[in-house]
């Protein structure tokens, strides 16, 4: 029986085969969408999704075939942090792909004819750590490094680019779920092989969000009148959880003792500013709060999954990989 597609929605997601890619794609699908995957190459699932070969993305990119009939562009694929990063200037790499090829898309959307343009920002964007109150979509961005820059200049070229079509961009903090990997990754690993953490001594609050409550406020953007044309920030709890907090947490999730050690945070920084990890130190033992309010407000957006909820799949997930390897 031949598919009746003439009142069926068409969304091209880039980034597709990505952690937010994945989940994003199957939950489209099932909300009755045509997903077009934007890919590098090939056809990884021929019959399951429209797939469209588009190569590298930067300012160059021919988007003409992907964007052919499609009603929505949601655009997660960027260059996001690249360890031991051996780019003689970091910026020009994250520009090249974060700016120009978010530039380069959202111009040939909007030739297209594409009704509405969803862009995964960083809340990065705003800053990289937050004092006596939660960062809210009024603050001024504050960008310290050079993906948080390009993120920045991206959210600003799709606005200049976009005439008629619709925009949202969406700036979450740390995700989490089943396919995570960076530092969440690391830490998870480090529970599992039971090494003891010196982060007991931490008081601090940072927010996260989970992938399915990410997904779900994608999917909401794409239809809901009142997203058209906003920034949104969006966590799991706006209050967050604090370091020590977030490692009890996924060590129960993962049926294993949490093996914190006190450590005063001063002389955690001082020790990881001696082998070149400040950063990391910094997102450790600061605090990192987001105000979600306005996308509660706006679209009536709530976070389906708390932090315990959206741990054990990802727990789950982590053993399974462990039998079925997957790259990371």
Request: hydrophobic residues 45%; contains cysteine; aromatic residues 6%.
């Amino acid at each position: 029986m031949v598919q009746d597609l003439t009142n069926t929605r068409r969304a091209l997601v880039t980034g597709a085969n990505g952690f937010v890619g994945m989940a994003l794609c199957d939950a489209l699908q099932k909300q009755g969408w045509m997903v077009r995957r934007a890919l590098r190459t090939g056809n990884a699932a021929a019959g399951v999704f429209d797939d469209a070969a588009v190569g590298d993305i930067g300012p160059a990119t021919d988007w003409q075939r992907a964007l052919s009939g499609i009603d929505a562009v949601i655009h997660l694929a960027a260059r996001t942090h690249v360890m031991h990063d051996a780019a003689a200037d970091p910026l020009i790499e994250y520009r090249r792909v974060n700016v120009d090829g978010t530039q380069a898309l959202a111009l040939a959307a909007e030739a297209a004819g594409v009704r509405r343009f969803i862009l995964l920002s960083s809340i990065k964007v705003n800053g990289e750590a937050t004092g006596v109150r939660p960062y809210t979509e009024h603050d001024v961005p504050r960008p310290e490094d050079a993906y948080g820059i390009s993120k920045l200049e991206a959210e600003q070229a799709l606005k200049a680019a976009a005439t008629h079509m619709q925009t949202v961009v969406l700036r979450p903090p740390l995700l989490y779920g089943p396919g995570v990997k960076g530092n969440f990754l690391r830490l998870m690993r480090a529970i599992e092989r039971g090494l003891p953490l010196p982060l007991g001594s931490v008081h601090n609050r940072r927010c996260l969000l989970y992938v399915e409550n990410l997904v779900d406020a994608i999917m909401l953007c794409l239809d809901h009148p009142a997203a058209a044309g906003q920034t949104y920030l969006l966590a799991d709890e706006d209050e967050g959880v604090s370091t020590p907090e977030l490692v009890r947490a996924i060590a129960s999730a993962m049926n294993k003792p949490a093996r914190l050690l006190p450590f005063p945070p001063g002389l955690l920084k001082i020790a990881a500013a001696a082998v070149s990890k400040s950063a990391a130190a910094s997102r450790l033992v600061g605090s990192l709060q987001i105000d979600s309010g306005k996308i509660r407000c706006d679209l009536g957006w709530q976070p389906r999954y708390t932090l315990a909820e959206g741990l054990r799949p990802t727990a789950e997930w982590y053993y399974r990989r462990k039998t079925t390897p997957i790259r990371t």
